[in-house]
């Protein structure tokens, strides 16, 4: 079993940058592809972006040209680097590992992180 530590979450200002970090907790720990979503206050958890081992990415539209996912492999870390951000970027981002099928839905996923706060103050 391995787990997954979100963190780098906070309070900023619209349009300001944040960095999140997603730690494995195994060393050995080995994935085909990473993804990060999140959740709103009475919403749905939505996708953001995935990236494959390969270094292939995927991203939801609202946020395209504004966030990046990246990786270190060598620390087993996978980031989201968040920038020009919005009011409505405002919620919990969790990682995840893609098992396969579709990369935008949940259920493709497991090892759910316990998600760090992101709030943007307008």
């Known amino acids: 079993q391995v787990q997954l530590v979100e963190s780098g979450g906070g309070l900023v200002q619209a349009g300001g940058s944040l960095r999140l970090s997603c730690a494995a907790s195994?060393?050995?720990?080995?994935?085909?592809?990473m993804g990060w979503f999140r959740q709103a206050p009475g919403k749905e958890r939505e996708f953001v972006a995935r990236i494959r081992w390969t270094g292939s990415t995927d991203y939801a539209d609202s946020v395209q040209g504004r966030f990046t996912i990246s990786s270190d492999n060598a620390k087993n870390t996978v980031y989201l680097q968040m920038n020009s951000l919005k009011p409505e970027d405002t919620g919990v981002y969790y990682c995840?590992?893609?098992?396969?099928?579709?990369?935008?839905?949940?259920?493709?996923?497991?090892?759910w992180g316990q998600g760090t706060q992101v709030t943007v103050a307008s």
């Open positions: 195994r060393r050995t720990f080995s994935w085909t592809a």
């Open positions: 995840a590992q893609h098992l396969g099928g579709s990369y935008s839905k949940s259920s493709s996923y497991n090892y």
